[in-house]
């Protein structure tokens, strides 16, 4: 910004290289108007030559117990109280899924179920499953996801309540659209996610928001001593903060050569 505004004239790039490493963001980067490049003169931001910085917004997890099945454990307070919380996991590199059923393949709708009067310009939220499929003694049942597959989408549900007796799972929301492509149909596929009891394959994790606990059952060869495991924290890596009713914009960036990894996201409650 100084050097901005001591040569306000500049006609070649300002170029800002990052050297290699991994920076772990406490904030998002922001960007604000008087950040802003020329077209004769654009602020680069790239990696220093044949480097690989990465920029994340996730923590590294340490301090992990490991229990007599073999299985990680970690109390991480942040989320015990619920200022945390999320559902992805990396490990060495990779990414973790949390548990899912059924393991393999899909469930399919066994009966759409419309829903009342009162509710139908939101969309359909529930529906008639087949025998098994769901559990209502299922712990932390509001925290279970299902995703349900449209014609060209899909609908994260969060469950609401189970009747095992009908076999209806009732979601907290609908859809959000009355519409014959947002219905939940009869033979459309699903699967069910973040089932704490569902945790049985290497590499699943389940994260217990009430108990604040995240377990993971590791991969064959995984050490909790040597492996390098992050959870992501900040949902924006880079915030470009223009102001609109003055058109002032952040303009004539450019980034190049850069890694952005772990940003968060978690399904809203409702």
Not at 166 to 183: C, E, I, N, P, Q
Request: glycine share 8%.
């Amino acid at each position: 910004r100084e050097l901005r505004q001591k040569e306000p004239n500049r006609d070649r790039p300002v170029v800002v290289a990052i050297r290699n490493g991994r920076f772990f963001l406490s904030e998002p980067l922001r960007f604000v108007p008087e950040d802003s490049g020329t077209e004769q003169s654009p602020t680069i931001y790239q990696a220093y030559q044949n480097e690989r910085p990465i920029l994340s917004g996730g923590v590294v997890l340490t301090g992990w117990t490991v229990d007599d099945k073999g299985r990680w454990h970690l109390v991480l307070e942040d989320v015990k109280t619920g200022k945390w919380s999320f559902a992805q996991l990396f490990v060495n590199d990779q990414r973790r899924y949390r548990p899912r059923l059924p393991k393999k393949g899909y469930y399919t709708i066994a009966e759409r179920v419309p829903p009342p009067a009162e509710k139908q310009k939101d969309g359909d939220d529930r529906i008639q499953y087949a025998e098994g499929e769901f559990n209502p003694q299922w712990q932390n049942l509001g925290d279970v996801e299902v995703n349900i597959f449209h014609q060209w989408s899909m609908s994260r549900m969060r469950v609401a309540a189970i009747d095992a007796e009908k076999k209806l799972v009732v979601f907290k929301r609908g859809t959000g659209f009355d519409s014959y492509w947002a219905h939940f149909l009869k033979g459309n596929r699903y699967y069910i996610e973040n089932v704490k009891e569902a945790l049985t394959e290497p590499g699943e994790f389940y994260l217990d928001v009430a108990q604040g606990e995240l377990i993971y059952a590791p991969r064959e060869g995984e050490d909790p001593k040597t492996c390098d495991v992050i959870a992501p924290r900040l949902e924006n890596l880079v915030i470009f903060a223009c102001d609109g009713g003055n058109n002032r914009w952040v303009e004539h960036l450019q980034f190049r050569g850069l890694t952005f990894a772990h940003s968060n996201w978690v399904c809203p409650e409702q």
